[in-house]
């Protein structure tokens, strides 16, 4: 057992699940409430996605980087967007001295429901993937619009990297969060980005948000 607690807690990442409590609500302020996020979902285009067709993340060696360098600094105030989520999520947060770069503090994963007290093991989701923003009308938005969305923190939320790797490009209907308790709140979040900046929505995509948000309290 004391090897197994000691592997734990060098891992940064607890293998025990967050004590039991109450539908998980931690969202990025500006999230439509469960009432709101059904009604804007109802008003939703719905369409069959677009094609990928042009759609290049990659940075490196002058790529199209369609959505811009990641973690840009959108408000100019010194600090990139990896660096304001962490601040934001995480607890206990220490900073690098005289930079805003976080480099210690505990993530209360959403997704998962275990802690993460590595930093390095956390990463920033897209709630609205990217490549699904691409699909949806972002293909046709000027770069300036795109590299505003990437960097929109209503739509960014530190997890554990490991569920971010496995959730990928993913839509609603083809993943949720492992803990089901978030699936309300990861909702909330998902409409909320697809209605700011005017999103289409796949059939199977609005019934998988649409049996979500039933689970709202």
Not at 149 to 157: F, G, P, S
């Amino acid at each position: 057992m004391r090897w197994l607690l000691l592997i734990i807690l060098l891992a940064g990442c607890s293998a025990l699940p967050l004590s039991p409590g109450p539908q998980v609500d931690r969202v990025p302020t500006g999230t439509l409430d469960a009432a709101s996020a059904r009604t804007s979902l109802a008003a939703l285009v719905v369409a069959t996605p677009g094609r990928l067709d042009g759609y290049v993340r990659d940075c490196a060696d002058g790529q199209a980087c369609v959505f811009g360098q990641p973690w840009f600094d959108t408000d100019g105030d010194g600090c990139d967007q990896r660096s304001q989520v962490l601040a934001r999520d995480l607890s206990g947060v220490t900073r690098k001295p005289g930079r805003c770069s976080v480099q210690s503090g505990s993530l209360d994963d959403p997704y998962t429901g275990t802690r993460v007290t590595t930093v390095s093991k956390i990463q920033i989701d897209h709630v609205v993937p990217l490549a699904e923003m691409w699909r949806s009308g972002a293909a046709g938005w000027p770069a300036e619009k795109r590299v505003a969305a990437a960097n929109d923190l209503r739509n960014l939320v530190a997890v554990s990297g490991k569920v971010n790797q496995s959730k990928g490009d993913k839509t609603p209907d083809e993943w949720m969060p492992p803990n089901a308790s978030y699936a309300c709140s990861y909702s909330r979040i998902y409409v909320t980005v697809k209605v700011a900046y005017g999103l289409s929505v796949a059939p199977a995509e609005r019934s998988a948000l649409e049996q979500a948000l039933t689970s709202c309290g």
